[in-house]
Structures are given as structure tokens and as C-alpha cells.
Nanobody, 124 residues
Framework: QVQLVESGGGLVQAGASLRLSCAAS????????MGWFRQAPGKEREFVAA????????NYADSVKGRFTISGDNAKNTVYLQMNSLKPEDTAVYYC?????????????????WGQGTQVTISS
């Protein structure tokens, strides 16, 4: 089992920045990618960003490219999501997840462990 703990959510105004963190513990040897997803009320959970420990390759959803940056420390099994120029439509619960795939995949079903989520609310 892998345990994931997210932190860093909150309520900010549009245009502000937030930094989310996620630390993995437990059986972490099979983790090859760590990613972030989000789910707004009444909507499906959607991919945000992912980073592969293999060469630190990254993937981003089109909606966050140029505004969000994912980074991480694979020695510590920790991943960060720096979110800049936040918009009201970024409001959601943000979930950290891990995958045994090394391709930084965007599909949620390739991720097998999930955190409890952290709320991000952007006011206009």
C-alpha cells in the first residue's frame, strides 16, 4: 500500500498563486509517476499534470499549460504543483495520485493510489 498526503490548498483570489505538495509513504518502490487530478462539483475527475521519475518527463492538461508547473523529488517521493495565475474555473478538489507507468500518463485509470484531496477555491 501507498499512502499519500496532500497539503497546500486554500482560498485565494483570481490571479494569485498556490503551491500544493504531496508526500508518498509505504510501498513506494513501484512508483514511477506521480500526478495531480482535480474534480469540481458535478464534474468528472480530470487530469492536471504528471511527472515521471524516469528523466522527470512531464505532461500537462491544456487548460493549465503555462500556468501550472509540476516538480518533484523522487528520492523523497514528493511532488509539488505550483499554480500561478489562478482562475475561478480552477476551483476543485485536487488529488495526488501515483502510477507504476513511467510515461507520466494522463488517464486516471492508470493511477492506482490516491490521496484524500485538498480543496482549492478561487474567488473572482
Amino acid at each position: 500500500q501507498v499512502q499519500l498526503v496532500e497539503s497546500g490548498g486554500g482560498l485565494v483570489q483570481a490571479g494569485a498563486s498556490l503551491r500544493l505538495s504531496c508526500a508518498a509513504s509505504g510501498r513506494t518502490l513501484r512508483i514511477r509517476t506521480m500526478g495531480w487530478f482535480r474534480q469540481a462539483p458535478g464534474k468528472e475527475r480530470e487530469f492536471v499534470a504528471a511527472i515521471s521519475w524516469s528523466g522527470h518527463s512531464t505532461n500537462y492538461a491544456d487548460s493549465v499549460k503555462g500556468r501550472f508547473t509540476i516538480s518533484g523529488d523522487n528520492a523523497k517521493n514528493t511532488v509539488y504543483l505550483q499554480m500561478n495565475s489562478l482562475k475561478p474555473e480552477d476551483t476543485a478538489v485536487y488529488y495526488c495520485a501515483t502510477s507504476p507507468s513511467s510515461t507520466a500518463p494522463m488517464g486516471r485509470y492508470v493511477y492506482n493510489y490516491w490521496g484524500q484531496g485538498t480543496q482549492v477555491t478561487i474567488s473572482s
